[in-house]
């Protein structure tokens, strides 16, 4: 997980809470994303940027927006937190979509 | 629609053994497909790319082959060990390049026995 920090490594909320997980990356790079993994559906992309202030839908946007407001941070942002929010939040960074992606270590959400 | 399809259930080989793990898509033209290692807890590993006009990739004891008449990607990993036991997760890079999306197989748990 070289380069990629993310933060908080745990959370648990309550519905309706609202909470924004952090991501920084050192590596100078421009393209950032966030998936979330759930059993048996693999990595799902949430949402991804290819640079300052550029962002753009994944698969499963619904419910998360998203902030890039410099090249190092991409921070993702749960209003009204759902039980179908509880998942593993997994930043990527890399060059572009096409390249080696470099994953962080993960925030684990549950939300009650 | 768009599909990217892994093996869902568990492949168990013995060591020394060559594992071969299938990726399968739909309603894609990738220009790229990787292919990654995530061990319980963590977040993926990248292993391989492997471009459309490429037919194979070898890195060591892997071997990627990419078929994009058949629309599959086959992942090779020769000699297992128990240590190469993980999930293993095949990505998607869609055009255009720099503003596409990498789109993720649901993976597969390659389980290698001493």
């Known amino acids: 997980n070289a380069g990629v920090t993310q933060t908080p490594k745990f959370q648990v909320l309550k519905t309706g809470q609202s909470m924004t997980l952090q991501c920084a990356q050192d590596?100078?790079?421009?393209?950032m994303s966030w998936y979330r993994q759930d059993p048996g559906m693999g990595l799902r992309l949430i949402h991804y940027?290819?640079?300052?202030?550029?962002?753009d839908q994944g698969e499963v946007p619904n419910g998360y927006n998203v902030s890039r407001l410099n090249k190092r941070e991409f921070s993702l942002r749960l209003e009204s937190a759902a039980p179908s929010q509880t998942s593993v939040y997994f930043c990527a960074i890399s060059t572009s979509s096409w390249y080696e992606q470099y994953f962080g270590p993960g925030t684990r959400l549950t939300v009650t | 629609s768009q599909k990217i399809e892994q093996n869902s259930e568990a492949l168990n080989i013995q060591e020394g053994k060559t594992a071969t793990l299938t990726c399968n898509y739909t309603n894609y033209s990738p220009a790229y497909l990787q292919w990654y290692r995530q061990d319980p807890g963590r977040g993926p590993v990248f292993l391989l790319l492997?471009?459309?006009?490429?037919k194979e990739k070898r890195k060591e004891r892997l071997k990627v082959t990419f078929d994009t008449t058949l629309k599959q990607s086959l992942f090779h990993i020769t000699a297992s060990q128990p240590a190469d036991s993980a999930t293993y997760l095949c990505a998607l890079g869609t055009q255009p390049s720099n503003t596409g999306k990498l789109i993720f197989g649901q993976g597969t748990t390659l389980q290698v026995k001493p």
């Open positions: 590596m100078n790079h421009e393209y």
């Open positions: 940027s290819v640079g300052a202030g550029i962002t």
């Open positions: 492997i471009r459309e006009n490429e």
